[in-house]
């Protein structure tokens, strides 16, 4: 067993653990209920920890919650105006924030 993974709270942890096992990777958590003794106890003694079962696929792991953690959107991409509304957006939207076109690209 291998800790690929320290997290800071349980739902980002469990959801890597959720791409993990559709990866094919077998994982579980440690320490997914001692969030609570936090002050009791050193706050990293209480961070959810995510483990593979093997340790041949702690690399393959690594990858996956490194691609998840990446961030989607390129820094410094130009926004874009939406045809529709002329509204600027950010590159990141698929549509505008503005009047909700999703083919508003000019």
């Given at each position: 067993?291998?800790?690929?993974?320290?997290?800071?709270?349980?739902?980002?942890?469990?959801?890597?653990?959720?791409?993990?096992?559709?990866?094919?990777?077998?994982?579980?958590?440690?320490?997914?209920?001692?969030?609570?003794?936090?002050?009791?106890?050193?706050?990293f003694?209480?961070?959810p920890?995510?483990?593979?079962?093997?340790?041949?696929?702690?690399?393959?792991?690594?990858?996956?919650?490194?691609?998840?953690?990446?961030?989607?959107?390129?820094?410094?991409?130009?926004?874009?105006?939406?045809?529709?509304?002329?509204?600027l957006?950010?590159?990141?939207?698929?549509?505008?924030?503005?009047?909700?076109?999703?083919?508003?690209?000019?």
């Amino acid at each position: 067993m291998k800790r690929v993974f320290s997290g800071i709270n349980l739902a980002d942890t469990t959801h890597l653990k959720n791409l993990l096992e559709q990866s094919g990777i077998g994982s579980f958590i440690k320490h997914a209920y001692l969030g609570a003794a936090v002050g009791e106890l050193p706050v990293f003694d209480v961070s959810p920890e995510l483990w593979v079962f093997t340790d041949g696929d702690a690399p393959r792991a690594e990858a996956v919650i490194r691609e998840a953690l990446r961030p989607s959107v390129e820094t410094g991409a130009e926004p874009w105006r939406c045809a529709h509304c002329a509204e600027l957006n950010e590159q990141q939207f698929a549509a505008c924030w503005r009047c909700g076109s999703r083919d508003a690209r000019s």
